[in-house]
């Protein structure tokens, strides 16, 4: 569900914010939560409630696989999408 909703919210930028400055750091979670407030700022409530609970407790690393699990799955539909595209713009 997490996964989804990252997937539903999450751009280009967000990604890779997540990626360069919290994904496997080990940043206290002082740290970690002023990152995520930046990127959060826009989102649903929704998610941003999902995670602040895991982050209160300590459950960073569930957060981590959601996001890499996202993170892999949008790269994919990128790809198809750019696929797609060049199938539409050349013929086949």
């Given at each position: 569900?997490?996964?989804?909703?990252?997937?539903?919210?999450?751009?280009?930028?967000?990604?890779?914010?997540?990626?360069?400055?919290?994904?496997?750091?080990?940043?206290?979670?002082?740290?970690?939560?002023?990152?995520?407030?930046?990127?959060?700022?826009?989102?649903?409530?929704?998610?941003?409630?999902?995670?602040?609970?895991?982050?209160?407790?300590?459950?960073?690393?569930?957060?981590?696989?959601a996001?890499?699990?996202?993170?892999k799955?949008?790269?994919?539909?990128?790809?198809?999408?750019?696929?797609?595209?060049?199938?539409?713009?050349?013929?086949?």
């Amino acid at each position: 569900m997490l996964e989804e909703l990252i997937l539903s919210e999450f751009n280009e930028k967000d990604y890779t914010i997540f990626e360069q400055q919290i994904l496997d750091l080990d940043l206290p979670s002082s740290e970690v939560e002023h990152t995520l407030k930046r990127i959060l700022k826009s989102k649903s409530k929704s998610l941003q409630d999902k995670f602040f609970l895991l982050l209160q407790e300590k459950k960073l690393k569930i957060l981590e696989n959601a996001f890499k699990r996202a993170r892999k799955r949008y790269k994919t539909m990128m790809t198809l999408r750019f696929m797609r595209f060049e199938q539409n713009e050349f013929g086949e």
